[in-house]
């Protein structure tokens, strides 16, 4: 307990990197609610369908946040430093690398859409409403991969107030080009999945398009210009493959495994998938301030650790760890206490109805445990430069427990859909204790910067 002394300047800090943060996610988090319940009122295979469309969506999402966050292990460390030219560097590096990875990603499911849709589902009407809203959004994706890419790489050096006017704009188009495109409003066609999927690509080239210049003409804190992103440095690109790629492989195989949970669920049925969705929007609703605290954690761990204070930075995981027990709790009782009425936004059946409120039940005991791991994997260790052990703890719960649970409850058991939705969620708890059993002492303080600059490495 020594270390809990009183740090005024800590909180300050940490409320300030994670207000912006907890805003943009919240406001992510409303296009998404918006698509679903509109996409809801036209009918629950179109809900279904598109939930189960944007599987390999949700898999680049992440990536793209892997790739940034394994670039920010390295630029909050550098910004303790008071060093910038390292950090146009790398996120010169992970903006090409998230639009190569985007470009094959498309090119990839334009080819193949209906075989993408086949591994999620075996149903017909679903495939084929699928098919109509991939071939659309499948043009978003290179938008979307630099836009997020270079907005979650700059949190790291508390540029986030951008994120929010980003978000809050796609927000507004996004939502009204749905009410138009979707339903046939103000002269338009009423083109239904086909509409949410236009208004989605729309958004994205809005996002791209502020960011663009953003960062090119009115940033003065990085002054990142276009010629930067031709800038290479062999010792930083190796630094952020050895340091940021456990990062990347962290979140790339934890979302492959989630898609693998709604692969899982999709051979359950419509119901369970749209149940399942509306409950993950709930527990999202619920969770953006954790997650805000998480990035923002990142960042000061990071900055303290570039500073070379170690005892900073053990003091400040110390009252990260204890926070993230009432954070959690105090989640979970907040999607108690609104899982009816969010329930109720959404136009489907009552017997999905009735099974979204048992899964935000189930996800309201989750989420006590998720307030400790986000916090502690997302922001100490890697903020702390601990990212193979972060990785280890993710994985290997989720690959080792939580996938094979669900499996074995769905096809060797076929257990109710509710427990086989609750198996998919074991790997939480088991990570939480873990997490609390890494971070007792400060052996996970890793230093990834070097001198660079001092030594004339960098011009």
């Not at 009407?125 to 659309?136: N, T």
């Not at 692969?263 to 953006?288: D, K, N, P, W």
């Not at 990785?391 to 076929?414: E, K, N, S, Y």
């Not at 074991?426 to 007792?440: G, I, N, Q, S």
Request: glycine letters at 8%; a positive charge.
């Amino acid at each position: 307990m020594k270390h809990l002394k009183k740090d005024k300047e800590f909180f300050r800090l940490l409320l300030m990197i994670a207000l912006p943060i907890a805003a943009q996610n919240l406001v992510t988090l409303a296009i998404q609610m918006m698509d679903t319940i509109m996409l809801g009122a036209v009918g629950q295979t179109q809900l279904t369908a598109a939930s189960l469309a944007n599987q390999p969506f949700f898999v680049f999402t992440i990536l793209t946040f892997g790739l940034a966050s394994g670039a920010s292990v390295l630029n909050a460390q550098y910004w303790g430093k008071g060093e910038i030219e390292p950090i146009r560097i790398i996120t010169s590096l992970v903006i090409k690398v998230a639009f190569a990875f985007s470009l094959l990603l498309s090119v990839l499911i334009l080819l193949f859409p209906e075989q993408v849709m086949r591994i999620y589902t075996p149903e017909e009407a679903v495939i084929a409403e699928g098919i109509k809203y991939l071939r659309i959004m499948v043009f978003s994706y290179v938008f979307y991969g630099i836009t997020a890419t270079f907005l979650a790489t700059i949190r790291s050096v508390s540029l986030i107030r951008i994120s929010v006017v980003v978000y809050v704009t796609s927000l507004c188009v996004n939502t009204f080009l749905n009410w138009v495109l979707i339903f046939g409003k103000l002269g338009f066609p009423a083109l239904g999945i086909r509409g949410a999927a236009i208004a989605t690509v729309i958004a994205r080239v809005v996002e791209f398009l502020i960011v663009v210049v953003y960062a090119f003409f009115i940033d003065k804190r990085l002054q990142f210009r276009p010629r930067d992103l031709l800038k290479y440095d062999k010792l930083l690109t190796h630094d952020y493959w050895r340091h940021g790629l456990p990062v990347v492989f962290n979140e790339l195989l934890w979302s492959v495994g989630v898609s693998v949970q709604s692969m899982i669920l999709g051979r359950l049925g419509e119901a369970v998938v749209s149940a399942s969705q509306i409950a993950s929007v709930v527990q999202q609703f619920s969770t953006v301030f954790i997650f805000g605290i998480a990035n923002a954690a990142s960042i000061m761990v990071g900055n303290a650790v570039g500073e070379g204070d170690v005892e900073k930075a053990h003091r400040r995981s110390c009252w990260l760890k204890y926070s993230a027990i009432g954070l959690g709790a105090l989640s979970a009782g907040f999607i108690l206490l609104i899982r009816k009425l969010a329930v109720g936004f959404y136009n489907v059946p009552d017997s999905t109805k009735m099974l979204a409120e048992q899964m935000v039940m189930v996800q309201a005991g989750i989420t006590f445990f998720v307030g400790i791991t986000a916090i502690g994997i997302v922001g100490v260790l890697r903020g702390g430069g601990d990212t193979k052990r972060a990785l280890m703890i993710d994985l290997l719960a989720l690959w080792l427990v939580a996938v094979p649970c669900g499996l074995i409850t769905a096809f060797v058991f076929h257990a109710p859909s509710l427990l086989v939705y609750a198996s998919t969620k074991f790997d939480e708890p088991m990570k939480a204790l873990a997490v609390f059993w890494r971070l007792r002492n400060p052996k996970w303080i890793k230093n990834v910067t070097r001198n660079l600059v001092k030594e004339g490495e960098i011009a």
